[in-house]
T-cell receptor, first 113, second 116 residues
Framework: LAKTTQPISMDSYEGQEVNITCSHN???????ITWYQQFPSQGPRFIIQGYKTKVTNEVASLFIPADRKSSTLSLPRVSLSDTAVYYC??????????????FGTGTLLAVQP | GAVVSQHPSWVICKSGTSVKIECRSL??????MFWYRQFPKQSLMLMATSNEGSKATYEQGVEKDKFLINHASLTLSTLTVTSAHPEDSSFYIC????????????FGEGSRLTVL
């Protein structure tokens, strides 16, 4: 399973765009990249998933370069409620049903007023 | 989206007792569920993969006789912490993937275990 590396923490202010980059140099051909958000004492919550290029949903965008050795989660106009730990994971296969996900250290995003 | 529910949300027990935590997929079937453990200010650590109708697969370093996993149906997996000790105090989280839905794993709310 590919290992991921993320910054331990990041600081931002309300209304700013936040970009969190994750390195996964050993990503395999079948691996997908998934980002989760976790608040204290809660289970992780799915944010976005992609395989290559760019993916956008109602809460975030995910940028994946052609070599897929890294990915960037972009959160537009963050608010205080976006303060959380963000995890980047890679896993084989498209589906999450049977493929276990190994969590890295995650990035603690602190949003200031 | 799909919902995974855990029960209890928190439990306090005396050292030496056993505690059972349930993980249910409420609106989908899951042949596979995963159990994680998370200590304060640390990441989630995968403990085992729970397979419906068969034995669980444990990660290296996780005692299978200590953490008993049963996956008797497509919507329920249980984790029993046997003879719990204070060092077993942690946040336990389960996850499951919907068979017909690709792209994500759904996580439960977590269960906080405190062993006195």
């Amino acid at each position: 399973l590919a290992k991921t590396t993320q910054p331990i923490s990041m600081d931002s202010y309300e209304g700013q765009e936040v970009n969190i980059t994750c390195s996964h140099n050993n990503i395999a051909t079948n691996d997908y990249i998934t980002w989760y958000q976790q608040f204290p004492s809660q289970g992780p919550r799915f944010i976005i998933q992609g395989y290559k290029t760019k993916v956008t949903n109602e809460v975030a965008s995910l940028f994946i370069p052609a070599d897929r050795k890294s990915s960037t989660l972009s959160l537009p106009r963050v608010s205080l409620s976006d303060t959380a730990v963000y995890y980047c994971l890679v896993g084989t296969g498209y589906g999450g049903a049977t493929n276990k996900l190994i969590f890295g250290t995650g990035t603690l995003l602190a949003v200031q007023p | 989206g799909a919902v995974v529910s855990q029960h209890p949300s928190w439990v306090i027990c005396k050292s030496g007792t056993s505690v059972k935590i349930e993980c249910r997929s409420l609106d989908f079937q899951a042949t596979t569920m995963f159990w994680y453990r998370q200590f304060p200010k640390q990441s989630l650590m995968l403990m085992a993969t729970s397979n419906e109708g068969s034995k669980a697969t444990y990660e290296q370093g996780v005692e299978k006789d200590k953490f008993l996993i049963n996956h008797a149906s497509l919507t329920l997996s249980t984790l029993t912490v046997t003879s719990a000790h204070p060092e077993d105090s942690s946040f336990y989280i389960c996850s499951a993937g919907a068979l017909a839905v690709t792209g994500e794993l759904f996580f439960g709310e977590g269960s906080r275990l405190t062993v006195l």
